[in-house]
């Protein structure tokens, strides 16, 4: 059901002219929306950014091992 439903939205948006160079939007339909507001908290996006890196060279030790 959802595919039937995604469809026309995912159309819509590569063929929309008005949408041509807007990147980086959610959308609920066509509707942009603002990310919630914990997507804006700097300390939270640096700790997963810290957290990501430290899982990335966990998983590259492993791999190598």
């Known amino acids: 059901m959802f595919a039937r439903r995604a469809g026309p939205a995912l159309a ?3 063929a929309a002219s008005d949408r041509e160079g807007i990147t980086g939007q959610y ?3 066509r509707t ?8 804006y ?5 640096q700790a997963l950014y810290r957290d990501s890196l ?3 060279a966990e998983f590259d030790a ?4």
Request: hydrophobic fraction near 45%; glycine fraction near 8%.
């Open 62 to 65: 492993r791999a190598g091992s």
């Open 41 to 45: 908290d700097e300390p939270v996006q």
């Open 32 to 39: 942009p929306v603002r990310s919630s507001m914990a997507s």
């Open 54 to 56: 430290d899982l990335i």
């Open 12 to 14: 819509w948006l590569v």
């Open 27 to 29: 959308l609920v339909g």
